[in-house]
């Protein structure tokens, strides 16, 4: 660059020193084309000098140097922003233009927001903008800074991130139990529940499950109690069906005489009362689910069993079947309303056992809450004792009940020894 655009040489051949020898003739000045190439290069596009700018770029990059300055680029950006602001801010004067007194022109200050916003890559900020965001790139770029050593700002929020798990994990030890005693933590430092904690808490656990748990049991026996009464009115059917075809009669499997053995379940229908019942399973009026009752364990559902004429022992029979080992048996539509069919007797259960009995004990398969009931008329109902409004007790004969009258009605009474007999068609007696 030079003070003039040529010089013109003297006739000696020596260059020609300047015509005006004032005392300015030592200040360096730029000719107005360097001038407007300078203005162009920092941002003043109507004074487009382009070879000029270039040659102006390539000779400021000469003065590039390494620094001993180890700073932070994005702390640079972020500074320099800062202070653009501050300026923007504090207001200028009235007198001058807005980006006068070194601050940015409105136009830097535009290209220079898009470019930060951009991620510093001028190719991804608006078409207008974009050579002015270029140089700006290309003047920031001349920095030489160091690395953050804060590293990415990924790793700085994974690593805040981490910090906040942390937090939340010793908040969370707080309410942990200390169970090693060879723990090196002081105790202090081991953090326990108190014992009032828990022992609310136990409290809490002990009135939910007293709540909840007889809820529960009413819940299951209602179940229960429903299905077996559904049971019974399909049984109700097979006995219709079944005493069509035999003149009004009960379900018989053999003759079935008084005073002959009865409870021996599974060893032939001439000594299981059962096997009667087990006569309408066998001539297809019912199925043997029909007869299973959810409250025994031991109860059959299984209806693929075809050969069987009864069930396998004493244990699993769910309902008990009017005695049929008499002289006089009830009839399915009879003058007498009888009761046919309950869920099975606990008397006979523990006197087949040798076991005392109590007449007055309600069925097993209800948790002793009462037993369903078939009359000979197929109505259901739900039986909460053993004794009728009659008086007759559903688990004994009449002979028996009698000597326990007799005897002021205590709660135990001698075993049945599996050969009595119904008194007569009205005396409802069943088992096993």
């Not at 010089?7 to 730029?30: C, K, M, W, Y």
């Not at 004994?396 to 000597?403: G, K, N, S, T």
């Not at 326990?404 to 009205?426: H, K, N, V, W």
Request: net charge negative.
């Amino acid at each position: 660059m030079s003070t003039h655009d040529h010089a013109t040489p003297s006739p000696a051949g020596n260059p020609r020193r300047p015509a005006a020898a004032t005392d300015e003739s030592n200040d360096l000045r730029l000719c107005a084309a360097d001038t407007a190439a300078c203005d162009a290069a920092f941002g003043d596009e109507s004074a487009a000098q382009p070879a000029r700018t270039d040659r102006l770029m390539r000779l400021l990059s000469m003065l590039d140097a390494p620094t001993g300055v180890e700073a932070n680029r994005d702390l640079m950006i972020d500074l320099t922003l800062a202070r653009v602001g501050r300026a923007r801010r504090a207001g200028t004067d009235d007198s001058g233009p807005a980006f006068a007194g070194g601050d940015l022109s409105p136009e830097d200050d535009d290209a220079l927001e898009a470019l930060v916003a951009a991620g510093m890559d001028p190719s991804q900020t608006p078409g207008p903008l974009r050579r002015r965001c270029e140089r700006l790139a290309a003047l920031l770029g001349s920095l030489p800074v160091a690395k953050s050593e804060l590293g990415p700002t990924n790793d700085l929020v994974q690593r805040t991130l981490a910090r906040v798990q942390e937090s939340v994990h010793a908040e969370e030890s707080r309410l942990s139990v200390a169970t090693s005693e060879g723990s090196s933590q002081s105790p202090s430092a081991r953090a326990r529940f108190r014992i009032g904690d828990l022992v609310s808490v136990a409290a809490l656990v002990l009135v939910g499950f007293g709540v909840l748990m007889p809820m529960a049991d009413a819940v299951q026996g209602a179940s229960r109690r429903t299905a077996c009464q559904s049971n019974m009115a399909a049984a109700g059917l097979g006995f219709g069906l079944y005493a069509d075809s035999n003149k009004d009669a009960l379900p018989l499997a053999s003759a079935s005489p008084a005073g002959r053995p009865w409870w021996f379940v599974g060893r032939g229908p001439e000594q299981s009362n059962s096997a009667n019942l087990y006569t309408l399973v066998r001539t297809g009026m019912n199925k043997v689910s029909d007869f299973a009752c959810g409250g025994n364990a031991r109860a059959v559902f299984d209806n693929s069993r075809t050969d069987a004429i009864d069930w396998g022992c004493l244990e699993e029979v769910s309902y008990s079947y009017q005695n049929m080992f008499a002289s006089e048996r009830p009839r399915w539509t009879g003058a007498a309303r009888v009761i046919v069919l309950t869920d099975r007797s606990p008397v006979v259960l523990k006197a087949y056992n040798r076991v005392s009995i109590d007449p007055l004990e309600n069925s097993p398969n209800h948790a002793g809450r009462g037993q369903s009931a078939l009359f000979n008329d197929g109505a259901v109902e739900w039986l909460k004792s053993s004794v009728l409004q009659s008086g007759d007790n559903i688990w004994l004969p009449r002979v028996i009940e009698d000597v326990i009258r007799q005897l002021t009605q205590p709660r135990e009474a001698d075993p049945l020894q599996g050969t009595e007999s119904p008194s007569g068609a009205d005396d409802v007696f069943v088992g096993p």
